[in-house]
């Protein structure tokens, strides 16, 4: 069983407000990604970070941003959330070889009103 | 462009039956990595299968096998003996590049399977 936790599972919100979603894993991976998901449709990345103090904007432009201070914290933060900010948001994390699969945390269903 | 296409938004089978979910990737790369993945209801991304573009065998995983045709850039996943709890949506996706674990798995859109007794 993966060892990659996200919290909240559900939070609903109002416009306007800063919300942090948390994602930590226990596996000791250098690499972590949060992937932006509707009901129903694909993945898409948003953010990624190879290692402490490491991140990246993925292929999908958000107004999220991320940190990575340890290596088993990666939250993602939204300083002023929107109602077309409501979707998925899952977090996963790999090790570093080519064959390995990102594991992922149970995800946030955000909704913003 | 699309790296990944998934065609078959849904797919309908009955238990017992194999179903084969199609996977087409683009990529210039040499070196890459073909993944599957399943998302029941509740959410979660459940690993299935792994392919590397070097691998000489098809994969196979329990009921689950990779049918990997690199000419044709295709990597279907066949589900065999199908059950009710294989319904769910079905995920293909890919890493590329030479350094092939540095890369985020990019994933198609997916699609439904329905498995009905």
């Known amino acids: 069983e993966a060892d990659i936790y996200q919290t909240p599972r559900y939070l609903v919100i109002g416009t306007g407000k800063k919300i942090t979603l948390e994602c930590s894993q226990t596996?000791?991976?250098?690499?972590m990604y949060w992937y932006q998901q509707d009901p129903g449709m694909e993945l898409h990345l948003i953010h990624y970070?190879?290692?402490?103090?490491?991140?990246e904007k993925g292929d999908l432009s958000s107004e999220s941003t991320v940190s990575r201070i340890r290596t088993e914290h990666f939250p993602l933060t939204l300083e002023s959330a929107r109602p077309s900010h409501t979707s998925q948001y899952l977090c996963?994390?790999?090790?570093?070889?080519?064959?390995?699969?990102?594991?992922f945390g149970q995800g946030t269903r955000l909704t913003v009103v | 462009a699309q790296k990944i296409t998934q065609t078959q938004p849904g797919m309908f089978v009955q238990e017992k039956e194999a179903v084969t979910l199609d996977c087409t990737y683009d990529?210039?790369?040499?070196?890459?990595?073909l993944f599957w993945y399943k998302q029941p209801s509740s959410g979660e991304m459940i690993f299935l299968i792994y392919?590397?573009?070097?691998?000489?065998q098809n994969a196979t995983e329990g009921r689950y096998s990779l049918n990997f045709q690199k000419a044709r850039k295709s990597a279907n996943l066949v589900i065999s003996a199908s059950q009710l709890g294989d319904s769910a949506m079905y995920f293909c996706?890919?890493?590329?590049?030479?350094?092939?674990?540095?890369?985020?798995?990019?994933f198609g859109k997916g699609t439904t399977l329905s498995v009905s007794s």
């Open positions: 996963a994390s790999s090790e570093s070889t080519a064959a390995s699969e990102a594991f």
């Open positions: 596996m000791g991976h250098d690499k």
């Open positions: 970070s190879y290692g402490v103090n490491s991140t």
């Open positions: 990529t210039s790369d040499p070196s890459y990595g």
């Open positions: 392919q590397g573009s070097y691998d000489q």
């Open positions: 996706a890919m890493r590329e590049g030479p350094n092939q674990a540095g890369t985020a798995l990019i």
